[in-house]
Nanobody, 118 residues
Framework: VQLQASGGGLVQAGGSLRLSCAAS?????MGWFRQAPGKDREFVAG????????YYADPMGGRFTISRDRAKNTVYLQMDSLQPEDTATYYC???????????????WGQGTQVTVSS
């Protein structure tokens, strides 16, 4: 499975961004992770292959929304009320199940940088 993430950028605190991840195959669970410098890669959100099951890491606090468009083989991460601590490289991943452990995921996209200024 090939994954192409896009949509990152520079935004002021309180702003929004929408990340996209185009996949070459739609029959996989998809996830978003992020990694800040010097920190481990952490789970952000995941969605099942059919788009029904959606899972979020607790720190996201309802600010992030994951969705998928199976017709376009694309998964989105809508990020609202962004804060400087959300600054990281965001990665999309694919596998058969949604798991919060990064090592579980078999396929990874190249990452897109999100920078939130205060």
């Amino acid at each position: 499975v090939q994954l192409q993430a896009s949509g990152g950028g520079l935004v002021q605190a309180g702003g929004s961004l929408r990340l996209s991840c185009a996949a070459s195959d739609k029959d996989y669970a998809m996830g978003w992770f992020r990694q800040a410098p010097g920190k481990d890669r952490e789970f952000v959100a995941g969605v099942t292959w059919d788009g029904i099951g959606k899972y979020y890491a607790d720190p996201m606090g309802g600010r992030f929304t994951i969705s998928r468009d199976r017709a376009k083989n694309t998964v989105y991460l809508q990020m609202d009320s962004l804060q400087p601590e959300d600054t990281a490289t965001y990665y999309c991943a694919a596998d058969t199940l949604v798991m919060q452990t990064a090592s579980h995921w078999k396929y990874w996209g190249q990452g897109t940088q999100v920078t939130v200024s205060s």
